[in-house]
């Protein structure tokens, strides 16, 4: 049986475990999937035990997706370019670093037929996702991107065809995709919504990277006014997927993913 598993700082409500649990039943290979909570000190013998007990495959999620990178051996040219890593695989005893949000942000876009080329993409938030989206974006030919910050002036971004703005300067915007990379709306404060009604409505499709509640108020407005929705338990799933095809070196049908997310969804039913 092989070792996989999830580093992170406090881990008791991951659905992690489960959702590569599938992915290993539908694929015919046995497994165990671990939580490894970690403190940030440790985090270099942590890459180390990797090594020792030959754990195969390990998600990596906040606050260590950067952290960790100065204990691998080998980044992925996605992962360099976002400056994080969620997936680590040992191979050969050495560890190599990869970034599974870009993968798992474009599966949920094809799954809801939300086109990127040549298209207007506003990112709501500057946090741990916003980099794997926005390069994601970039990558497939998006005309312009904003990424809407609290701070702007704190912020920077070296991309002709980005601009960081502030919330206000957002209400004089229209544009054709409008993703929520906040925790704005997530459970337990599932009534909350990062941005008004008003805005919605001046976008043509709504992406949220929130998975609880599958349904954000974001999205369940833009429902009501006939945008293009998708919410963020797709990602999760693609990224988990993407991260075993690197994992066990194999291609994984699409189907696979929707089974999958059938199954884990039922969980917010």
Not at 128 to 133: F, S
Not at 144 to 168: G, L
Request: glycine letters at 8%; a negative charge.
């Amino acid at each position: 049986m092989e070792f996989y598993g999830l580093l992170g700082e406090k881990l008791t409500h991951s659905l992690s475990p489960e959702i590569h649990g599938e992915i290993l039943k539908s694929i015919n290979k046995s497994g165990a999937y671990k939580l490894f909570e970690v403190e940030k000190e440790k985090l270099y013998s942590f890459s180390e035990a990797l090594k020792l007990l030959k754990v195969k495959g390990c998600n990596v999620t906040i606050p260590y997706k950067k952290d960790i990178m100065q204990y691998i051996d080998v980044i992925s040219e996605e992962a360099e370019r976002i400056g994080a890593i969620n997936t680590i695989y040992l191979k050969e005893d050495k560890l190599y670093g990869y970034n599974t949000d870009y993968f798992g942000f474009g599966y949920m876009l094809k799954v809801s037929g939300i086109e990127i080329q040549d298209k207007i993409a506003v990112i709501l938030g500057n946090g741990g996702a916003t980099r794997a989206v926005l390069h994601y974006l970039l990558d497939n030919g998006a005309k312009k991107v904003y990424i809407v910050s609290r701070n702007p002036k704190k912020e920077d971004i070296s991309f002709e065809n980005v601009k960081i703005i502030s919330y206000e300067e957002l209400n004089e915007l229209e544009g054709d995709i409008l993703i929520n990379s906040t925790p704005v709306g997530m459970y337990p404060n599932i009534e909350n919504l990062p941005v008004s009604k008003e805005i919605i409505d001046k976008f043509n499709s709504l992406v949220d990277l929130i998975y609880n509640p599958m349904e954000t108020k974001f999205l369940r407005l833009g429902k009501e006014l006939n945008k293009n929705v998708v919410g963020g338990l797709y990602m999760l799933v693609g990224q988990a997927v993407k991260a075993q095809e690197i994992w066990q070196e194999i291609s994984i049908k699409d189907e696979i993913i929707i089974d999958i997310y059938n199954i884990v969804k039922e969980k917010f039913i």
